[in-house]
């Protein structure tokens, strides 16, 4: 009995696998990648509970307990990272809105000529490499030979030096960011629109709504679900501050507020070999991020019928 019944529990399955071979070979690849990189790596984990040395490897270096992680919390950078990380962070959720908002507007455009033309232009910033963003910033605020600084000059004003100052870091980041990766973004939000039944448009025009009133009950719910699980996997991700641009972006004028998590890990793993410490510090930043992932979850779950799981 027992074995007719795994006949018939297994024999679907393989028969899907059989029938959909291509589709599971096409697959593979992608599985093998994330096998590789994303797991088998996982044991490294164990350096930043030991004294780590390059030639006794990782399972024959000594036992450190919970030393590195003791010793960041009890450092001076701890505050600091932390801060500078949230505050990035916080700024760049406060920013979420923005390109749902312009998938609303670009849903409300009538004109394909232009719809297609203001999508392509919001879209390119998002293929320059942040190496030649950065560089464009640079070029462009510098108060001495850059368009702000210019502009400035024309009237009569010394421009303020944007890349280094430490007040305005956090502002510059985001906001660039926004102009880079804002049509980009809101693509996934353009595409759930398209998928809106025509038929509710119609009934609302016959029942007199305005154009306002079709974004405000028929747009905007669409989007809830795509909205709330974006939103849950950013605030997942709330202390994972992207290295390459902040660390471009560094310099000695703005390292008080710059130095984020993962430009600290990077340095102290890096640049001065302390292999265990920036393990744990990198541990503790993912299973913060991780706990925020299932706590925010949870809550939606809990007031909302939209959930990763």
Same mark, same amino acid.
């Given at each position: ?6 006949n018939r529990t297994t024999h679907p399955t393989l028969g899907r696998i059989?029938?959909?071979? +291509? ?11 994330? =096998? ?10 164990? *350096? ?12 024959? #270096? ?35 809105? *923005?390109? *749902? ?8 455009? @009538? ?17 320059? #490499? ?11 605020? #510098? ?9 400035? @000059? ?12 430490? +007040? ?17 973004d809101s693509i996934i939000y353009i595409a759930a629109l398209s998928a ?51 660390? =471009? ?28 410490? #920036? ?19 949870? *809550? ?10």
């Amino acid at each position: 009995m027992k074995a007719g019944q795994l006949n018939r529990t297994t024999h679907p399955t393989l028969g899907r696998i059989r029938k959909n071979w +291509g589709l599971y070979l096409l697959l593979l690849p992608a599985v093998v990648l994330v =096998l590789l990189f994303s797991y088998v790596p996982m044991y490294g984990i164990l *350096i930043a509970f030991k004294d780590y040395s390059p030639a006794l490897g990782i399972m024959d #270096s000594p036992w450190a307990g919970l030393k590195y992680f003791e010793k960041f919390f009890n450092s001076y950078q701890f505050s600091s990272t932390i801060t500078n990380t949230l505050v990035i962070s916080l700024y760049s959720v406060a920013t979420f809105p *923005i390109p *749902i908002m312009l998938a609303l507007m670009v849903n409300q455009m @009538r004109q394909n000529g232009f719809k297609r033309f203001f999508q392509t232009v919001t879209y390119m910033p998002h293929f320059i #490499s942040t190496v030649v963003m950065v560089g464009l910033m640079l070029i462009l605020f #510098s108060p001495g030979s850059g368009l702000i600084g210019n502009i400035f @000059r024309l009237f009569g004003a010394q421009a303020p030096n944007l890349m280094g100052s430490a +007040g305005l870091f956090s502002s510059v980041y985001v906001w660039s960011d926004v102009w880079q990766h804002t049509g980009w973004d809101s693509i996934i939000y353009i595409a759930a629109l398209s998928a809106v039944s025509p038929s509710l448009y119609e009934a609302a025009t016959m029942d007199g709504a305005s154009r306002w009133q079709k974004i405000r009950f028929i747009d905007i719910p669409m989007l809830m679900p795509t909205v709330v699980t974006l939103l849950i996997l950013r605030i997942g991700s709330l202390l994972g501050v992207g290295f390459e641009k902040v660390y =471009l972006m560094q310099n000695s004028l703005n390292i008080t507020s710059s130095e984020v998590i993962s430009t600290y890990v990077y340095k102290i793993g890096m640049l001065s070999s302390q292999y265990s410490f #920036s393990s744990a510090i990198n541990l503790f930043n993912t299973v913060i991020n991780f706990a925020l992932l299932i706590l925010v979850n949870q *809550i939606s779950k809990k007031y909302s019928e939209n959930s990763l799981w």
